[in-house]
């Protein structure tokens, strides 16, 4: 089993920035892709970010340039940093963790793909 805990998120003014945070705890060794996934209200969930574990890493079209994802592998952590933030991306955010395999080009933003969820924080930008 893995857990994971987010957190990191809050309310801030368009063109302000935030940095998510998600500590995975438990059977680490088995993670090769970790990632964010985001729902707005009344939206579904899309995915935002990913970081394999073998370097490869993805990014929706709509945060590339603005957000980073990184990981520290000694703290068990993921970072999301996201700059230059827009009202459109407020929503939940949620780190998810893929057991065994690696996340591809196919596969990063299908949230069917990871078996491990956090419970999410909340950023919220206003205009």
């Known amino acids: 089993q893995v857990q994971l805990v987010e957190s990191g998120g809050g309310s801030v003014q368009a063109g302000g920035s935030l940095r998510l945070s998600c500590v995975a705890s438990?059977?680490?060794?088995?993670?090769?892709?970790m990632a964010w996934f985001r729902q707005a209200l009344g939206l579904e969930r899309e995915g935002v970010a990913a970081i394999s574990t073998d370097g490869r890493t993805y990014y929706a079209d709509s945060v590339k340039g603005r957000f980073a994802g990184s990981q520290d592998n000694a703290k068990n952590t993921l970072y999301l940093e996201m700059n230059n933030l827009k009202p459109e991306d407020t929503g939940m955010y949620y780190c998810?963790?893929?057991?065994?395999?690696?996340?591809?080009?196919?596969?990063?933003?299908?949230?069917?793909?990871?078996?491990?969820w956090g419970q999410g924080t909340q950023v919220t930008v206003s205009s």
């Open positions: 438990g059977y680490t060794y088995a993670i090769y892709c």
């Open positions: 998810a963790a893929r057991e065994g395999r690696y996340c591809t080009s196919r596969v990063w933003s299908e949230g069917t793909a990871f078996a491990y």
